[in-house]
């Protein structure tokens, strides 16, 4: 299928040609005509599938004809779990809006000023892109005027739920009008997300695309054992001084851990920086300003910091510490591979982490082939190796500009485990984990610092 087919607004397909895309991707294929036609959806797809142009394309074009309603309120309403990923659904609406005359887009998030959002409530809105939170503030101000709202889209909403914003954004929704059309995005359709979409979808089209293995398949993932803290350093060393490496994204268990990791590579010469919670808006913008426009090779990272990061030039992605749940690790891995690329994954792992590893694995359905770097070895019994010799190149051939297939079709995630149910951990910037890792005894100084 062509962008052709979708009957879009011309000036939008313009947008489209412009961004470079040949063909939808399968969320576009099968939503864009659903919801062109008026029918609310609830999709499984995750980030890198292209579920952003798949809401926004649509949405620009009700945009694109005049409102019915005489208001100065917003007509589409996009509720993001983290303020990253609203940036970037502000972005794509620029994006693929820019030749529609007067396309207004406004974010309303946490942790900027209120000011300047008050007056930008106060002019036209056309697409408003909010973080639950701080929407509920102005709504409760009397802020916003819902009047003429056509579209509301929840993206991310297993986030949501999981950050404990289910509450705030079903209140939100009953601020809008019900004739609204809504959307729910979600990396898995599982029952607790079910009962979200009973209240707030009407008759919506279910529409099942990635797994996270068809997603993962653009990925060449590696796991490196590892004694102890030392020794990650050094395997670190190793992977950062491989040319093929352009870019990475390296993940650490703590807020004080990315920090450290990040001032010790900056001290041995790296261009690298902290990614993480406790950074101000304007902070996390300038870092990712900077990592977007190459200015930095390596970026030390959270899980919650990294969200929704979409920066093509990432060509791996580093687990320094591996994450506690599953879920996680298929979020961090898909910040490489982006937009057709092919990417690599390198987790380390030590003696430790053998459950973890497991629960990984079954998640995804994937076991991941152990590398070993000559000099490097790893001192404790692992299980016997599945992979190769690891010397920096990449072991597989790179499939760089990787054209969407069209094959992932209509597919269940047989791949879940018992991971979605789990709905008690915490995700919010404030309720990162603080804690050391498993090589730091508690209060110590700096291992980064101390070990290469
Ligand atoms: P998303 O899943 O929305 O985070 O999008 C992932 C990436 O895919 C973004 O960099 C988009 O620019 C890119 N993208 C979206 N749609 C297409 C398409 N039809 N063809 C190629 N790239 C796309």
Redesign the pocket.
Known sequence: MSFENLNLHPLILKA?ID???????PI?EQAIPELLAGHDIMAS??????????FMLPALHRLAAPSKVHSRGPRVLVLTPTRELAL?VSE?AAKYGKHLPRVKVVSILGGMPYPLQNKLLSQPVDILVATPGRLIDHIQRGRIDFSRLEMLVLDEADRMLDMGFIDDVERIASATPATRQTLLFSATLDSAIDKVAARLLKLPKRIQIATQQARLDNIEQRLHYVDDLSHKNRLLDHLLRDMALKQAIIFTATKRDADMLADNLSAQGHEAAALHGDMNQRERTRTLTKLRHGGLRVLVATDVAARGI?V?GITHVINFDLPKFAEDYVHRIGRTG???ASGIAVSFASGKDGVNLKKIERFTGHQIVSHVVPGLEPRFKQRPATGGISRGAPSVAHKRNRT?SNDSGRTTNSANGNWDNNRSRSFSDSRESTRGNTFKNSGAPSPYLRSK
């Not at 961004?19 to 991707?25: C, E, K, N, R, W």
């Not at 797809?45 to 798949?54: F, L, R």
């Open positions: 489209i961004s470079g895309y040949t063909s939808p991707t576009q797809a995750q980030t890198g599938t292209g579920k952003t142009a798949a970037q794509a979409d093509v982006r937009a057709g969407w």
